[in-house]
């Protein structure tokens, strides 16, 4: 599937998931989030897959900042928030 990957194989794995239409969270260490950024970018580059990415330490205690997080990459406004379902 994908040739570039920083991990070919944990790539591989989750894009099987993602394509089986099964949500996936990745986490990462704080001191890794560059790895969080790669992952995405390799999952995007070799397939149709969408990532939106979420830090969860500014949003664990505040649902709707979280569904702001995730609108934010979905839309480039965030005039109305939507429902996680609509998202």
Known sequence: MSNNCLR??????ILKHLLNGTSVNVVVPSSSDH??????LD?????????L?????????N?????AYLWRQYKSSID???D????
């Open 35 to 40: 790895e969080a950024d790669r992952f995405a």
């Open 84 to 87: 996680l379902y609509q998202i």
């Open 63 to 67: 649902y709707q900042q979280f569904l």
């Open 53 to 61: 990415i979420v830090n969860m330490r500014f949003c664990r205690h």
């Open 8 to 13: 070919r194989r944990f790539t591989d794995n």
């Open 43 to 51: 999952i995007e580059q070799v397939s149709d897959v969408r990532v």
């Open 80 to 82: 109305d928030i939507p």
